[in-house]
Structures are given as structure tokens and as C-alpha cells.
């Protein structure tokens, strides 16, 4: 089975930075790609950002994260960071660390990890 545990929300002014965290385990040895969504209340969920096993880093073209948002990894390729600064109050979402898999054509989630940017 597959493991990803979530750390690092919490809630932020605007204006401050929180770093989201990510490790995945378990039968974990065909990763391909690990990345970072956010769901906001009402909303349907939105991808931010991938890095893929090949070292690929993919960002949503969206307006929203450009710029403000950092996706990392450490070398041990199991674990991604999502760096967040300038934080806005649209910002406040619950966001999910996303792993796939090759050969597999289910996607792991996270539990999510909540983030409140207050004004």
C-alpha cells in the first residue's frame, strides 16, 4: 500500500509563507510523480504543481500561483515541499499532496492539510 502524510498548514496573515510538506511510503518503488492540489470551499479541486521522478517540475499556468508558489523535492525522491509566500486570504484551501505511479491508473491522495490565510 501507499502512504502520503502531510505536514505544514496552519493558518498565516496575508502576506506570510507557509511550507507544505509531503512524504510518500509503502510500495512506493514505480513513483512517477508526486504534486500539490488545493480544494477551497464551493470550488472543485485545483492542480498547483508536479515534479516528476525525472526530475520535471510542471506549475499550473494560472495567475494565482505563479511566481508565489515553489515546488521541491528532497534527494531521497519520496518527499515534495510546496514553499508558499505572499500568501493572499483566496489562498485558504485545503491542499492534498498527489502521488502516481507507473503501471497504475489510480492516483494517491493525501489527507490534506489545511491552510487559512487570514486578512
Known amino acids: 500500500q501507499v502512504r502520503l502524510e502531510e505536514s505544514g498548514g496552519g493558518l498565516v496573515q496575508a502576506g506570510g509563507s507557509l511550507r507544505l510538506s509531503c512524504t510518500a511510503s509503502g510500495s512506493i518503488s514505480t513513483l512517477s510523480a508526486m504534486g500539490w492540489y488545493r480544494q477551497a470551499p464551493g470550488a472543485q479541486r485545483e492542480w498547483l504543481a508536479s515534479?516528476?521522478?525525472?526530475?520535471?517540475?510542471?506549475?499550473a499556468d494560472s495567475d494565482s500561483v505563479k511566481g508565489r508558489f515553489t515546488i521541491s523535492r528532497d534527494r531521497t525522491l519520496n518527499t515534495v515541499h510546496l514553499q508558499m509566500n505572499s500568501l493572499r486570504p483566496e489562498d485558504t484551501a485545503v491542499y492534498y499532496c498527489?502521488?502516481?505511479?507507473?503501471?497504475?491508473?489510480?492516483?494517491?491522495w493525501g489527507q490534506g492539510t489545511q491552510v487559512t490565510v487570514s486578512s
Open positions: 515534479f516528476t521522478r525525472s526530475g520535471v517540475i510542471k506549475y
Open positions: 498527489n502521488a502516481r505511479f507507473y503501471g497504475r491508473d489510480t492516483d494517491f
